[in-house]
């Protein structure tokens, strides 16, 4: 074992939604950490700027189709992940969707999407790679929640059961696999500027909204997630499992302001 617990040489990360925003950032952090990767999109072509970036840093990365929606899209994609590489060590199940709509307005198909996407395809992703990974006893499982997965917020209620669900599931994921040397914790980002937040953050009167409540006073940046998932990928999280580690600058604690404004 190396002495450097953060050093994942040697290792490999299977990263889902890799074809833009958050699946990007936990790609590069685990890279560039030592890791070679396998990247997936529904459609694998729109990965191969990216294939580029990350084998110019000297790392190994497969491309893969993935559909989370679709079972043996995920059985396909193990398949070919574990022909691909001798062993899979990481894996980040960050495939996602959000429907933003007041609740009275969710349509049965807007539900089914998201749970379908978010919670039930996680579950079989980790699966499908967990049976790769429990015959060599060894595996780290994380699943991306959300700051939603542990408070509620307007218009988001199908995204918000779902990352609690995804909170839940990795407890029990956690119970069922860490016995076996897998362990399985929830990486949970509070609001970063990607697609999936581009309605809000082109709203400055939100993102000024967001800003006051969050205790270190500024939106998520790019990096500010490489060193949890690096954490939580590595030697040094090897007794930490079911648990969610919030990376949000604190808005999950819910602290409001309770002093009076200063007024000229
Ligand atoms: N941005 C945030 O602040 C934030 C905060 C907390 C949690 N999250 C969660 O973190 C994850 C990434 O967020 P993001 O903001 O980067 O979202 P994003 O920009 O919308 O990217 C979503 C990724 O998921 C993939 N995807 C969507 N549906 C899929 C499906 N059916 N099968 C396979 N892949 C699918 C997309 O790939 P293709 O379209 O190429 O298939 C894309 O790479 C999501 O799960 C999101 O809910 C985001």
Avoid at 29 to 48: E, H, P
Wanted: net charge neutral; aromatic share 8%.
């Amino acid at each position: 074992m190396s002495e450097n617990f953060f050093d994942l040489t040697g290792q490999v990360a299977v990263v889902t939604g890799a074809s833009r925003g958050l699946g990007q950032y936990f790609a590069r952090a685990l890279a560039r950490a030592g890791a070679d990767l396998v990247l997936t999109s529904r459609d694998a072509n729109a990965l191969t700027p990216f294939v580029k970036e990350i084998e110019a840093l000297g790392r190994r990365a497969v491309p893969l189709a993935l559909d989370v929606r679709d079972h043996d899209s995920i059985q396909r994609m193990a398949e070919q992940a574990s022909a691909a590489y001798e062993q899979l060590h990481i894996l980040v199940n960050n495939a996602g969707c959000n429907v933003r709509k007041p609740a009275l307005d969710i349509t049965w198909d807007d539900w089914n999407l998201v749970l379908d996407t978010n919670l039930r395809g996680s579950f079989f992703v980790a699966q499908a790679i967990a049976r790769q990974m429990l015959p060599h006893g060894y595996g780290r499982i994380i699943n991306i929640g959300s700051v939603t997965s542990v408070m509620g917020y307007a218009g988001l209620a199908p995204y918000t059961a779902s990352r609690g669900g995804i909170r839940q599931l990795t407890m029990s994921l956690a119970a069922d696999w860490g016995g076996q040397g897998v362990t399985v914790n929830c990486l949970a980002p509070g609001w970063f500027r990607t697609e999936q937040n581009k309605v809000l953050y082109e709203d400055a009167g939100w993102v000024d909204y967001l800003v006051e409540r969050i205790p270190v006073r500024r939106p998520g940046a790019p990096n500010d997630l490489d060193g949890a998932v690096v954490f939580l990928a590595s030697e040094a999280s090897r007794y930490v499992t079911g648990q969610t580690l919030l990376i949000d600058g604190g808005i999950s604690t819910g602290a409001l302001r309770a002093t009076v404004s200063k007024r000229s």
